[in-house]
């Protein structure tokens, strides 16, 4: 079973960047397909982006294609958000997924999650 700890939230301005650290522990990394998500006050919670076991493919949703990259490291057992040119839109709860079956945009494939990491971008 892997535990999952985001880490890198904050608040920035519109226009801005942040990078968000997803650190895993307590299982073989590179078993999981890793995803990051979001969940704005009362909306429901929303794929972003994920990132297969080797990295070699991402996948992500309309609404940060272009302005958001995941990567990963296995050595490192992390993966990372990299966000740009932040927008209010964007201010949500990240979180950090991970399952060891398929990758794809619904929460409900994920069965490992972290705490969350707040983003708050200000207009």
């Known amino acids: 079973q892997v535990q999952l700890v985001e880490s890198g939230g904050g608040l920035v301005q519109a226009g801005g960047s942040l990078r968000l650290s997803c650190a895993a522990s307590g299982g073989t990394f590179s078993r999981y397909v890793m995803g990051w998500f979001r969940q704005a006050p009362g909306k429901e919670r929303e794929f972003v982006a994920f990132?297969?076991?080797?990295?070699?493919?991402?996948y992500y949703a309309d609404s940060v294609k272009g302005r958001f990259t995941i990567s990963r490291d296995n050595a490192k057992n992390t993966v990372n958000l990299q966000m740009n040119s932040l927008k209010p839109d964007d201010t949500a709860v990240y979180y950090c997924?991970?399952?060891?079956?398929?990758?794809?945009?619904?929460?409900?494939?994920?069965?490992?999650w972290g705490q969350g990491t707040q983003v708050t971008v200000a207009s």
């Open positions: 990132i297969t076991r080797n990295g070699e493919f991402t």
């Open positions: 997924a991970a399952n060891d079956r398929v990758g794809g945009g619904s929460w409900s494939l994920y069965d490992y």
